[in-house]
């Protein structure tokens, strides 16, 4: 089960009734913090986010709407009881701006580790045993989107373990993929009580971006997209394309395309004021479209 | 007049309640804004402070909550229209913080001017026809309170200018200290027409700070002084000495002892929920003590 959240919706400036885009995602309570503007620490208790929880926080690019809340939530964490590592993970240039911005939050009570994509193309890193895929996005700074892959254990088949004469303390180390010895000697494998592959959950997060070749590829058969909507109107296709963002209707192909079972559309204009008015831009496309709003959450079970 | 305003009177953290404590000041059009910790280009357009306004920015010290709002309130000033210049003013340090904050923020539509106060004494400038004072106060890095004056013109009389024959469109030049010169050639002099001084419009703010000597002297007959009161209850005197802030009491008596005209407190803690339920702790020593909240504002006129 992943709860992914979207504490803050909007783009380039935090309003009185609009948080900087942010997302969290918590598996088996440790957090994913995707992007920190200013304010977000404010929209993740708005959320009802435990900052104790959050040991990854991945940063998309270092425009200040994506990372201006770093030094005051890196403070507010240290406020929450942790103690245990903080790994911060962006494109070329995370410890000029990290050591940068925390000039006025130079003490923690806890380490704080860095992993800086140096290279402008994709990958993979594993943290907490969740999988974090990065893609190279099309903004005016080195960009990434994330995907987040959370593969989930085989299924258990209790009765067939049954049969077997296993004690049920053991069910949880075959499941876990270790086989396990009986009181009368007989060693049980895992393939033995395990009915087949489970299909991972995942999550994948796009923004600040014009549509790039590969993000079909790298969003392919997401449980959820989560995609830039700069702007809603197809009318404001050349400001997108002079800003390096995208229409909701940028993101709908995309999801259509790769398969996602749901796109949330969110990094929203100042100037939209009622991204809803947009919806079925987006849905004509792709049906299941949801315009976010702040504090939109959603457990993925991925059944 | 003197407008002035408390957008934020939280300390510490921001909270979903509260913003940090920041203090806007407008004369004529120009105004000053004290501190920015995160949120308060919020905190300012709830409040209606128009940010295209802001010519001086004065800091009182370098931790996060009163400082890490400045990339995105510099950001969002660039949008608000502003091409004249900012002038930052604060504690030694400046430069290397300023600096270092604005790694995000790098491209503004306007100069940005740096005033650093090297020295921790005390001292006196002048912005935009406005003076404004500095103290160091005793918290745990070097930090300042300020005062700002601004001194009113004299009386002026028009019967005796009308006595005088002097023409309407001249009164202005009159008022300002500037003699004029009248058709028939006679010459009047500005106390001619002049009813003597008036006092100006002081306004103190001291956060964050223990009571320091000195700060009666600096806020004497204040038309308001605006103090930290971190805590409400005087039984957390021992906390406040440790770290380095006010109770309620305490900026009551420096209130009384100043003979300033009326008190607002502010930079409450984040456990302090109620301040107003300490309020009497503090009117008991000086009745016109305000709790300030989010937004509270007055115009002052000085008489």
């Known amino acids: 089960m992943l709860d992914v959240c979207l504490p803050g919706t909007g783009g380039m400036i935090p309003l009185e009734n609009r948080w900087l885009t942010c997302c969290w995602l918590e598996y088996q309570g440790k957090a994913i ?11 993740l208790k708005e959320s009802g986010c435990k900052l104790s929880h959050l040991n990854t926080l991945l940063i998309t690019h270092y425009h200040a709407d994506h990372i201006a809340g770093l030094p005051g939530l890196l403070l507010t ?4 009881g942790k103690t245990s590592p903080l790994t911060l993970v962006g494109p070329k240039g995370l410890e000029q701006v ?3 911005l925390t000039v006025i939050s130079p003490a923690l009570p806890y380490p ?10 994709a990958g993979e890193l594993t943290m907490d045993g969740v999988s974090i895929a990065y893609l190279p996005l ?19 088949n209790p009765q067939k373990a049954a049969r077997l004469g296993v004690p049920v303390p053991l069910y ?23 009915d087949g592959e489970r299909a991972p959950i995942r999550v994948c997060y796009c923004t600040d971006t014009q549509p790039v070749e590969g993000m079909t590829d790298f969003a392919r ?5 989560i995609s830039e909507g700069m702007y809603g109107d197809n009318e404001m296709e050349e400001k997108a394309k002079e800003k390096g963002h995208m229409l909701f209707s940028d993101s709908a192909r995309i999801a259509k395309e790769c398969g996602a079972k749901r796109l949330w559309l969110t990094h929203f204009s100042p100037a939209l004021t009622k991204p809803d008015a947009f919806s079925e831009t987006a849905q004509r496309i792709f049906a299941p479209t949801v315009v976010a709003h702040d504090g939109i959450r959603i457990t993925l079970s991925g059944d």
């Open 33 to 43: 913090l995707i992007d920190c503007g200013e304010g977000t620490q404010i929209a």
């Open 138 to 156: 099309n903004h005016w700074v080195p960009c990434f989107g994330y995907r987040i892959t959370v593969n989930r254990k085989p299924i258990f």
């Open 98 to 100: 990290v050591t940068a």
């Open 77 to 80: 964490i240290g406020n929450s």
């Open 221 to 225: 058969g997401a449980d959820l997209l």
């Open 112 to 121: 704080v580790y860095l992993c800086e994509i140096k290279e402008e193309k």
């Open 172 to 194: 949880k180390t075959l499941h876990a993929g270790q086989p396990v010895q009986l009181e009368d000697g007989r060693i049980v494998q895992p393939d033995m009580v395990l």
